[in-house]
């Protein structure tokens, strides 16, 4: 994960990230990165760009990171490209740059319009609705792979068949939903608490297995952890210290980029320190596998499909990642429906 500028052309209501400074990678910087992740990488390198919003960023900074990472790539390992955008800087040449470079990008989109505008507004407070749209259009005439990202509030609830809906209507087939948490361990609007999570999560679920027609996550992973006995879902997974690494632009290390401003929950600087000696002391952590959370989970029949849960979500909600889950009553609640919903269509 690839944090070149904390700026942002949005002022969403939730958003976690309270200073936007304007501080952004160098050209030497995104070197001094890319050079020391090749050096470690032997088999792939998937990156993924995100912000603030990583468009603020430019094309010409784009550009850069694509240069920098033919250049270093010396052993010639597949490279893959994501990037992460609330939509609205989008352009004709972008999208065009998107497609040349094999680009797969992500879309934060949260519903219809009255629902995505309520939160996700521009600096000038107006909605950010129109301009995403636009945005979505230059994708799909440069056939540009999206997915949606959307965040569910305490105003989503109870509308969860119009939220699949406009994701279908904008032609994404590959949609991800995210439960808002707060950042600062003190619940606020915004907010659902797990009991309402868990219906919500339910009824998400029965109209997507009703119409079927696109990938929603986290459904799919949830399903495919029943047949498989393990889940590989991002927050369901527990490998944020094994498969993730997130370098913002003041190049400080986390294990994920919601810990990212989070001082206490950098592994270091690689203006100091190597790389190579940042991971290292990043997979001794115990971030996700804290002895509270094991204690807590360790009995649980669904242990091996939900790991204990998110970090990053059980900090934003108790202040601390040493304790349960916050949603574990959400989760309990859904995995128990699918449970049941599988076993049905088995039956």
């Not at 501080?23 to 992740?37: A, G, P």
């Not at 991002?234 to 990212?260: K, Q």
């Amino acid at each position: 994960m690839l944090n070149p500028t904390e700026s942002c052309n949005l002022s969403c209501s939730y958003c976690y990230i309270s200073d936007k400074k304007v501080k952004r990678l160098s050209y030497e910087n995104l070197e001094r990165i890319f050079s020391q992740l090749f050096e470690i990488e032997k088999e792939s390198l998937n990156v993924l760009i995100i912000g603030g919003e990583p468009l603020a960023f430019g094309l010409a900074g784009l550009q850069d990171i694509v240069s920098i990472e033919k250049k270093y790539n010396y052993k010639n390992i597949p490279v893959s490209n994501s990037l992460q955008s609330n939509g609205t800087l989008i352009t004709e040449g972008i999208a065009q740059f998107f497609h040349d470079e094999h680009f797969n990008v992500g879309i934060s989109f949260d519903g219809p319009k009255w629902l995505h505008d309520k939160n996700r507004v521009l600096n000038n407070r107006e909605g950010s609705y129109d301009s995403v749209i636009q945005g979505i259009n230059h994708l799909k005439n440069e056939d540009v792979p999206f997915s949606t990202l959307t965040v569910l509030t305490h105003d989503s609830l109870g509308y969860e068949r119009d939220i699949i809906d406009s994701i279908r209507g904008v032609g994404s087939k590959r949609a991800r939903l995210s439960v808002y948490t707060p950042s600062n361990g003190s619940n606020d609007s915004f907010f659902v608490t797990p009991k309402e999570l868990g219906e919500s999560w339910i009824r998400f679920y029965d109209y997507w297995m009703e119409t079927g027609d696109i990938v929603l996550e986290p459904f799919e992973s949830i399903v495919r952890s029943f047949l498989l006995g393990y889940n590989d879902g991002c927050a369901y997974s527990a490998v944020c210290e094994s498969a993730f690494v997130a370098v913002d632009s003041f190049l400080d290390v986390y294990s994920c980029n919601r810990f990212v401003g989070l001082k206490d929950f950098s592994f270091g600087n690689i203006f100091d320190t190597s790389l190579s000696d940042l991971l290292s002391k990043k997979a001794g952590s115990t971030l996700m596998g804290s002895e509270v959370r094991r204690a807590y989970c360790d009995s649980c029949k669904f242990v091996s499909i939900c790991n204990g849960g998110c970090a990053s979500e059980t900090l934003g909600v108790s202040g601390s990642v040493n304790t349960h889950y916050p949603f574990c009553q959400s989760r309990k609640m859904l995995f128990e429906h699918v449970k049941n919903s599988i076993e049905n269509m088995i039956l």
